[in-house]
Structure formats: C-alpha cells, structure tokens
C-alpha cells in the first residue's frame, strides 16, 4: 500500500503527485487502448464491408455502463475505503480521509474509470460482431454435432435430462442471470480501480478482452451453434430438445433464462441489434469469465482458488440445465482459458515491462 503522512499537505504537490501517478497509470494502460480501437476500427470496417449496418450496437451501453462504473461503483468504493480505514485507524478521519483521497488511490480510481469507459466501446463492439457472425454464417450450423458430442460423452443421454432433476433450479436460475454479472463486473472494477490490484491490471484485462473476443467472437464464428434452448428454431428439429423447452416455459421452470431467450430469439429474428444481444453457444464466454476469476483466485490463495472452480462448476452445470449451452461448450472455455491464463502469465514474468510501470515507482513533483 501507500503510507500517509499525518501533516497538511500542499495542494500543489497533492496534485502533482496526483497527475504523476495518472501519467503512470496511463503508460500502463496504452497497450490496453491501443487494443480497444484496434477492435473497435477493425469491426467498423468488417461491418461496412459486409453492409449490415443494422448489426451496430456501440452505443446501447452507454446508459447503463455509465451509471454503473462513473456514479455507483466509484461512489460505493470510495465509501467502503473510507469505512475501512476508520475502522483500522480507530476513527482519526482526518488520517483516514488523507488516505482514502491520497493521490495514488485517486490515480487508480479515475484511470480505471477512464478504462472501464474504454471497455464500454469494447463491449459494444463483441455485441455488434456477435449480432454480424449468424448472418456471415448463414445460420447456426453447428448446433447438431455439439448436440451429439453432448450425448457421445454423456453415455447416450442429453446432460440437460440429467440436471433438470437435481432439484436448484431456482438457484440456479438467479445465479446466472444476476450473480453472475456481479461478480464477473464487481470483480473488472475492483481491478481496474484499486492499488491493491495494480499488479494484475492489465494482465487481468487483457484475458478479460481475451475470453470476450476470441472465445465470443472468432471461436463463436468458426463453430456457429444456438445452443439447446434454440435449437429445434436453428436446426428445425423441435423433437430432441422438446422436453427441455417445455421445461423453460413452464411455470415452473427458470423464468428469468426463459424470458431472456425469448427476448434473443426476437432480436435475431427481426435482425435488430439490442442490449445483450446476439446469439452464440460455442465457447461458453459464461464460464469463460468466472474461470478466468478462478485462475487467478487460485494464484492468490489455494483456498479460495478452490471455492472459486467449484463456483465454476456450478456456473457450467447452470448453462447446460438452463438450455443455453451444450457440456462441451464449458469444457472448452475451461481449458482455453486455462491455457491462456497460464501462457500470458508466463510471457509477463519473463517480460515485466509488458505489465506496465511497477506502481511503487512515485514521480517526484
């Protein structure tokens, strides 16, 4: 951490410090911009070229991203650190506010804010090559052999026969439409924000781009599939997955995964672009994103690392019962991610310039 001096300081030396520490966090972060405009352009272009401007979806987040990483999250984080330091430092506030809005932890948390509004053009851009890929590919041709590498490493049975029966699908319902996007996105915010996370920043973000962009989107692409909730309308075979959908559209069944795939499906068939949309069950970025977590909660402490892959697990059972994935979706996401998470690493101990300026380095005002 950062030590705090109990003496007045002077503004000017506050804020030269401030934009020192902004200036190193900006040099830590170019490899991270330069790979947002470098997708974002190049879909400009893909999209232009193929003529399905319908297809854009860069601005549907603006709303709810700012909202929730310039006003909610900042605000929140800067009241459970200004909560945490009262309770070590036994209620000196003046201590505890020099150390709350000291210019590193300020650097941190307006750079990460800057770079979260970065991602916001990012993840407008998967949703538009997202929403792009069915028509490229004329349609989800790969939905029947998933289908049948399912039943090949099931002994002959659909997984999401077996699952429907364990009796959480409620749980497992809110997990994945709700808890799991906060975690996936408390976690982004905590990393790209705070100094206690500065030595995984960019590292972290960078596999979060990964799962995103190869796994969503050229994986995506090469294996076109729906998923099992979609696949008697992708393949025209109502029968094989039929008890499955009437599973979703009992009472009941899962109602927040059912309404949003109905919601999917109605975007896809009127060719208009919407918040979320695009539909894509091969790799699963679903437990793409919670795996990558739990690589690197395993490299910060075993313990939790365990609870972390078992959440995963419950992430990859919840996709397959809930009808948006096939099994062998998660299984691939697991092991990509793995992969990369381990190769990347490897690269950036090797190289550790490539992870940025070391935050301990404090320009001198």
Known sequence: MFQVDEKPRDVKIWASELLSHLMIRARADAWLY??????????????TATGHAEVMSFSLYFD???????IFMPL????????????????????????????????????????????????????SIKNLLPILRGGFVYDHMLANADALLSFGSDPSKILQSIGVVGIMDWNYSILW?????????????SPRAASIRVRYISMFMFVWVFCGNILAGFFMSAGPAFYGAATGDHERF???????????????????????WSLHQAGTSGLGSGISAFPSVHVGLIALNAFFAIDLSRRFGVLAFCYTAFVMLS???????????????????????????????RRPTLSGTPDSVILAP
């Open 181 to 193: 996007f906060i975690l996936c996105f408390g976690t982004l915010f905590f990393v790209a924000t």
């Open 64 to 70: 709810q991203w700012t909202f929730l990483f310039l």
């Open 76 to 127: 929140t984080a800067v009241v459970v650190d200004y909560a945490w330091v009262i309770f070590r430092f036994e209620g000196k506030r003046a201590l505890v506010a020099r150390k709350t809005f000291s210019p590193q932890r300020l650097a941190h948390l307006f750079s990460g804010m800057a770079l979260l509004m970065a991602l916001m053009i990012f993840q407008g851009t998967f949703t």
């Open 34 to 47: 330069f790979a947002v405009a470098f997708y974002f352009l190049g879909s400009v272009l893909l999209i």
């Open 242 to 264: 039929a008890a499955l959908q009437a599973f979703l559209s009992s009472p009941d069944g899962p109602l927040l995964a059912h309404s949003f795939q109905t919601y999917l």
């Open 319 to 349: 996709s397959v019962c809930l009808g948006w994935h096939y099994a062998v979706d998660g299984y691939a996401s697991l092991i990509l991610v793995g992969a990369a998470h381990y190769g990347v690493k490897a690269v950036m101990e």
